[in-house]
C-alpha cells in the first residue's frame, strides 16, 4: 500500500508511469473533534516522499489508475477471442445518466444448463460502485482472466454456474473523477432500493438482473 507517483518529466524522458515510492508510512488517529456535541474521530496518513525532478507536475493515488477506457480496450479484448466465444457473452445492461454503457459479461459453458437436474445457479459480481476504489477493477479484471481461462477448475465453475458481471458499475463517476458519488452527487452504494430507474439506472437496472 505504498502510495504511487507519475511525474510528466520522467513519462516523457525515460518511458515511466506510475511507480511505487515514499517511505515512513503512517497511519494514525490524531485527534478528536467535537462537532455539534458529537465526537468525531480524525485520522492521519503521512509519508516522506522525493520528488524526481524540479519544474515538474506530479500526481498521487493510493492505487494504479483504471479508467472507463482501459476497461473498454479489456472488454473488447476478450470478447474478441474465438476460443472464448461459445461461452462469454458481453452485452450493455444499461446507460449511466451521462449515457456511458454499463457492460455484463455472461459466462457459462453453453449447452450444459442443468446441474444434477437443477438448472444452473447464478452468480453475480459487480465492481466500481465507488469509482475511487481503483483496486477493485484490477480485481475484477483477474477474475474475470480466470474465469475465461482454460484451467479444469474455470472449466468446473462454467459447467456449474452461470456468471453474470457487472465490470464497472459507476462509469460516471469514474469518468469525471470522483471518489464515492455518481454523476448526481450521490452514493450509489446507499440506493440499491431505488424506484428511480431514470435516476439510478445503473443500480437499479443491476438489481432488476439479480431479481430476474
Known amino acids: 500500500m505504498r502510495p504511487l507517483l507519475y511525474s510528466e518529466r520522467a513519462a516523457k524522458e525515460k518511458?515511466?508511469?506510475?511507480q511505487r515510492i515514499g517511505s515512513n508510512i503512517r497511519y494514525y488517529r490524531n485527534c478528536n473533534q467535537d462537532n455539534n456535541s458529537d465526537t468525531i474521530t480524525l485520522f492521519s496518513l503521512t509519508w516522506t516522499l522525493q520528488f524526481p525532478y524540479d519544474s515538474d507536475t506530479c500526481y498521487l493515488a493510493?492505487?494504479?489508475?483504471?479508467?472507463?477506457s482501459h476497461l473498454q480496450h479489456y472488454l473488447k479484448h476478450i470478447s474478441s477471442k474465438?476460443?472464448?466465444a461459445s461461452y462469454c457473452k458481453l452485452r450493455v445492461l444499461c446507460h449511466s445518466l451521462a449515457g456511458n454503457a454499463v457492460y455484463v459479461v455472461t459466462i457459462t459453458s453453453q449447452g450444459v444448463g442443468r446441474?444434477?437436474?437443477r438448472s444452473k445457479k447464478a452468480v453475480v459480481v459487480t465492481a466500481r460502485v465507488h469509482p475511487g476504489e481503483t483496486n477493485g477493477s484490477w480485481m475484477m479484471e483477474g477474475l474475470l482472466d480466470f474465469l475465461l481461462g482454460?484451467?479444469?477448475?474455470?472449466?468446473?465453475?462454467?459447467?456449474?454456474?452461470v456468471f453474470k458481471v457487472v465490470p464497472m458499475l459507476n462509469p460516471d463517476g469514474v469518468v469525471v473523477g470522483n471518489y464515492r458519488c455518481s454523476l448526481a452527487g450521490r452514493d450509489l452504494n446507499r440506493n440499491?432500493?431505488?424506484?428511480?430507474?431514470?435516476?439510478?439506472?445503473?443500480?437499479?437496472?443491476t438489481r432488476n438482473l439479480v431479481e430476474r
Not at 518511458?15 to 506510475?18: E, Q
Not at 440499491?192 to 437496472?205: E, I, N, Q
Open 82 to 84: 474465438p476460443a472464448v
Open 150 to 161: 482454460d484451467s479444469e477448475d474455470a472449466q468446473l465453475l462454467r459447467d456449474t454456474f
Open 62 to 68: 493510493h492505487c494504479y489508475p483504471y479508467t472507463y
Open 115 to 117: 446441474v444434477e437436474g
Open 15 to 18: 518511458g515511466v508511469g506510475w
Open 192 to 205: 440499491y432500493k431505488t424506484l428511480l430507474r431514470d435516476s439510478f439506472p445503473c443500480v437499479w437496472h
